[in-house]
């Protein structure tokens, strides 16, 4: 159904809980030497999603390069009385555009429920940030066959995120699948197994909004991505980028993830 020429590849860094303010630059500098050429090569789009402490540090570091800065989660409103919440209107201010919502952690670590994460992205959304939203089943339901029903469950939070569906909101959104039992394990989804539930996203949105937002929107996977791996993964039609953890934290290791994703996304291409 894709034309794979038309979705901009992106590749996202999720530091997690790690690394200290003043790490930050030297990453950043570190990162943009190492890509600095291809982006004048090729189109695609490179996220960093430090610890929401270190996003003005990171913004600062990023100004005037083609890398954008994403914060971990946002709160559900610009302001209130919501104790510990980072409003998505203050992560605007400090020029963040994306957000991750819904990560696996924020799930079993922290129970966020899916209604919770629709109010997340429908906040997001209205302060105007981009969002990548995170789906993923747990080993439990993979091995009892329930994959394609918990991902599919999950994919209706997009319904109760009110708004998310009109398709110019449609396309701020980068869905996320991250196999649950692959996050920090070690132990990657096979290309074949991403492909498959990518697939079944497409299709989904394809049915529930229309062929074409399906087309234009991007599915990127997580979960033990490393430099080894991203090449076969990306090579998947359905694969848009990659949502990378622990690899991500070394910007040596993240850009040989990137160029061999791009290498197997971009036949051809001078990488
Ligand atoms: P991992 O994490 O690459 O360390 O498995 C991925 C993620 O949690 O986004």
């Given at each position: 159904?894709?034309?794979?020429?038309?979705?901009?590849?992106v590749f996202a860094a999720?530091w997690?809980?790690?690394k200290l303010v003043r790490e930050a630059p030297e990453y950043v500098e570190r990162l943009n030497a190492l890509l600095g050429e291809l982006y004048s090569?090729?189109?695609f789009e490179v996220l960093i999603a430090p610890p929401a402490t270190h996003i003005q540090s990171v913004s600062a570091s990023l100004q005037g390069l083609p890398i954008k800065v994403a914060a971990q989660?946002?709160?559900?409103?610009?302001?209130?009385?919501?104790?510990?919440?980072?409003?998505p209107a203050v992560l605007k201010e400090l020029a963040c555009q994306w957000v991750?919502?819904?990560?696996?952690?924020?799930?079993?670590?922290?129970?966020?429920?899916?209604?919770?994460?629709?109010?997340?992205?429908?906040?997001?959304?209205?302060e105007g940030l981009n969002?990548?939203?995170?789906?993923?089943?747990?080993?439990?339901?993979?091995?009892?066959?329930?994959?394609?029903?918990?991902?599919?469950?999950?994919?209706?939070?997009?319904?109760?995120?009110?708004?998310?569906?009109?398709?110019?909101?449609?396309?701020?959104?980068?869905?996320?699948?991250?196999?649950?039992?692959?996050?920090?394990?070690?132990?990657?989804?096979?290309?074949?197994?991403?492909?498959?539930?990518?697939?079944?996203?497409?299709?989904?949105?394809?049915?529930?909004?229309?062929?074409?937002?399906?087309?234009?929107?991007?599915?990127?996977?997580?979960?033990?991505?490393?430099?080894?791996?991203?090449?076969?993964?990306?090579?998947?039609?359905?694969?848009?980028?990659?949502?990378?953890?622990?690899?991500s934290?070394?910007p040596?290791?993240f850009a040989?993830?990137i160029?061999?994703?791009?290498?197997?996304?971009?036949?051809?291409?001078?990488?």
């Amino acid at each position: 159904m894709s034309s794979v020429v038309t979705r901009v590849p992106v590749f996202a860094a999720n530091w997690k809980m790690n690394k200290l303010v003043r790490e930050a630059p030297e990453y950043v500098e570190r990162l943009n030497a190492l890509l600095g050429e291809l982006y004048s090569a090729l189109s695609f789009e490179v996220l960093i999603a430090p610890p929401a402490t270190h996003i003005q540090s990171v913004s600062a570091s990023l100004q005037g390069l083609p890398i954008k800065v994403a914060a971990q989660n946002c709160g559900t409103a610009r302001a209130g009385a919501f104790t510990g919440e980072i409003s998505p209107a203050v992560l605007k201010e400090l020029a963040c555009q994306w957000v991750i919502l819904g990560h696996s952690e924020r799930r079993h670590i922290f129970n966020e429920e899916d209604s919770l994460i629709a109010s997340r992205l429908r906040a997001a959304l209205e302060e105007g940030l981009n969002a990548v939203v995170c789906v993923g089943e747990v080993l439990q339901d993979r091995k009892a066959g329930k994959t394609f029903k918990v991902i599919e469950s999950q994919l209706a939070l997009f319904n109760s995120a009110k708004g998310a569906f009109q398709p110019s909101l449609l396309r701020r959104v980068v869905v996320a699948y991250e196999p649950v039992w692959a996050i920090g394990t070690g132990e990657n989804a096979t290309p074949q197994e991403a492909q498959e539930v990518h697939a079944f996203i497409r299709n989904w949105l394809s049915e529930k909004v229309s062929p074409e937002e399906a087309t234009a929107v991007r599915v990127v996977y997580g979960g033990s991505v490393k430099a080894e791996n991203s090449g076969q993964i990306m090579a998947q039609k359905d694969v848009d980028g990659l949502l990378v953890g622990g690899a991500s934290l070394d910007p040596n290791t993240f850009a040989a993830i990137i160029k061999n994703g791009l290498k197997t996304r971009l036949p051809g291409a001078p990488i």
